[in-house]
């Protein structure tokens, strides 16, 4: 007994790590889940904002959370590219050689649709996607996610013939593009609060192309019995009117997703307790997270970058080609480093400083490469003379001479870092970035503001600081 107690308390006082994905609704429900857990005595790890279905699934699959929200119709189609409509027991014993368990939906089927103006609809006389084929003139603009699924664009073109080049958009971006007339058609969810409050319409599936989307806890069975249990008790208690009304209370009624989700709770008898989550705590936490993220992957590069520029620097091909991988390194999307980084690093603060490092190290390498070659060779030749070693010309020509350079590099890179940490948040690593992705999903300018003032207030601090440093390290007529 004593054994089975040592062996099962550490399991037990692990959190529960509750994923969503960067929309409303993923929110919503995933809160209600952490909540409802609570109220059962779990510790709970909010890993909210992540970026998307590939972030969220991987990082399940790779043991980084312990469960989040997904649909039947995504599950089927996007993850296990399955080419017809599969039943939740058809899924589940797809996943579960993953170790993976899809729960009892909550009852909604939020799917797919695609939307216009009322007022557009009316006076082009567009009542489902087909008719699309005949108004080539009508911008279409949908979100990133859609642009790419099988489920979405791809597959829809082909099902219904429509042939036309399209761009993506964040998907709580494209209601308010859609009002304003910058664009005239977008997918939605046909959940979406948005819909009533945009006067919006939406184009019948004449040809049922989208599959149903039923969302349900998508967990590891690792969990256990008993929070399998707990989790049971969700399965059929919302509809489609009554998740569309959750979603609104949020983006229109500006309350917070753990106000909505206590709300839920309490309709079915759960007792919740809403986390404290005030505005200057919220920017205290989430500031210094970014500094810790910036301030690590940053000195890391200098000491690799600049050491590495010293070894290299007098090897022509071997530093022409060191700052050619570099190169390489920054032309891959952020957003996409980090996910091809989740299957080895998983989420959170890990794979966040490795992709700042790797960002930051062009800059570097490439200013100190440049000043250390390009020194006056007539210094160099007097060095020599004086019968300085490689060591001590390093030390008393090479660096001083080429400090102001080195300088403005790692000054670039550190402004890089503080502006691209700000996606760590799709990985789960926190920051200033986890308001700006929230405010995206709600379409809220005040939280995007929130994340989006410090960081560019800790750039100004940045640069500020490093102007100190070199008038204090740099003699004067070294200074620009």
């Known amino acids: 007994m004593l054994l089975v107690l040592l062996v099962s308390a550490p399991l037990a006082a692990d959190p529960i790590r509750v994923a969503s994905k960067n929309f409303n609704e993923s929110y919503i429900l995933s809160e209600i889940v952490a909540q409802l857990l609570e109220s059962h005595g779990y510790s709970v790890e909010?890993?909210?904002?992540?970026?998307?279905?590939?972030?969220?699934?991987?990082?399940?699959?790779?043991?980084?959370?312990?469960?989040?929200?997904?649909?039947?119709?995504?599950?089927?189609?996007?993850?296990?590219?399955?080419?017809?409509?599969?039943?939740?027991?058809?899924?589940?014993?797809?996943?579960?050689?993953?170790?993976?368990?899809?729960?009892?939906?909550?009852?909604?089927?939020?799917?797919?649709?695609?939307?216009?103006?009322?007022?557009?609809?009316?006076?082009?006389?567009l009542r489902t996607i087909g008719d699309l084929r005949d108004h080539p003139q009508l911008k279409v603009v949908v979100s990133h996610e859609f642009l790419q699924r099988d489920d979405g664009w791809p597959g829809l073109t082909r099902a219904y013939g429509i042939r036309r080049e399209i761009v993506g958009i964040e998907h709580g971006l494209a209601?308010?593009?859609?009002?304003?007339?910058?664009?005239?058609?977008?997918?939605?969810?046909?959940?979406?609060?948005?819909?009533?409050?945009?006067?919006?319409?939406?184009l019948a599936d004449d040809l049922n192309f989208f599959p149903q989307y039923f969302g349900a806890p998508l967990v590891r069975e690792a969990l256990g019995r008993d929070v399998l249990q707990v989790l049971?008790?969700?399965?059929?208690?919302?509809?489609?009117?009554?998740?569309?009304?959750?979603?609104?209370?949020?983006?229109?009624?500006?309350?917070?997703?753990?106000?909505?989700?206590?709300?839920?709770l309490s309709k079915l008898g759960v007792a919740t307790e809403i986390p404290e989550n005030a505005l200057l705590r919220s920017l205290t936490v989430n500031t210094v997270r970014h500094l810790e993220l910036t301030f690590i992957?940053?000195?890391?590069?200098?000491?690799?970058?600049?050491?590495?520029?010293?070894?290299i620097f007098r090897n022509s091909h071997l530093s022409r080609g060191v700052i050619y991988l570099c190169g390489l390194l920054q032309t891959i999307p952020s957003i996409a480093l980090l996910a091809l980084m989740i299957p080895i690093f998983g989420i959170g603060f890990r794979p966040a400083i490795i992709a700042l490092f790797l960002y930051s190290l062009l800059p570097i390498v490439r200013n100190t490469v440049t000043a250390l070659t390009t020194i006056d060779p007539t210094l160099l030749r007097v060095a020599v003379a004086m019968g300085l070693s490689d060591r001590e010309q390093l030390r008393y020509v090479y660096v001083p001479l080429s400090l102001p350079s080195m300088l403005a590099g790692i000054r670039t890179a550190a402004v890089?870092?503080?502006?691209?940490?700000?996606?760590?948040?799709?990985?789960?690593?926190?920051?200033?970035?986890?308001?700006?992705?929230t405010g995206l999903a709600l379409n809220d300018m005040s939280l995007i503001l929130q994340g989006a003032i410090p960081a560019a207030m800790l750039a100004i601090v940045t640069e500020l600081l490093f102007e100190g440093v070199e008038r204090f390290t740099i003699p004067g007529h070294l200074r620009d």
Do not use: W
């Not at 699959?61 to 189609?77: A, F, P, R, S």
């Not at 209601?175 to 959940?191: C, K, N, R």
């Not at 992957?297 to 070894?311: H, R, T």
């Open 46 to 125: 909010r890993r909210f904002g992540l970026g998307g279905t590939l972030i969220c699934f991987e990082a399940l699959v790779g043991g980084e959370i312990d469960l989040y929200m997904e649909y039947t119709g995504t599950l089927g189609q996007a993850i296990l590219k399955l080419d017809h409509k599969a039943n939740r027991e058809e899924l589940n014993a797809l996943i579960k050689p993953r170790g993976l368990r899809l729960l009892e939906p909550f009852g909604f089927n939020n799917t797919y649709a695609m939307v216009v103006r009322q007022q557009q609809a009316e006076v082009l006389g």
């Open 175 to 202: 209601y308010q593009a859609i009002e304003a007339g910058a664009i005239d058609v977008t997918d939605a969810y046909s959940t979406d609060g948005e819909l009533k409050r945009y006067n919006l319409v939406t």
């Open 232 to 264: 049971g008790v969700l399965g059929g208690t919302l509809d489609d009117a009554q998740m569309q009304a959750l979603n609104a209370a949020v983006v229109f009624e500006k309350r917070s997703f753990a106000e909505v989700a206590q709300e839920f």
């Open 297 to 311: 992957a940053l000195a890391s590069a200098i000491i690799a970058g600049v050491g590495l520029s010293l070894v």
């Open 416 to 437: 890089i870092s503080i502006g691209t940490a700000t996606l760590a948040a799709f990985i789960g690593a926190g920051g200033l970035g986890d308001p700006i992705v």
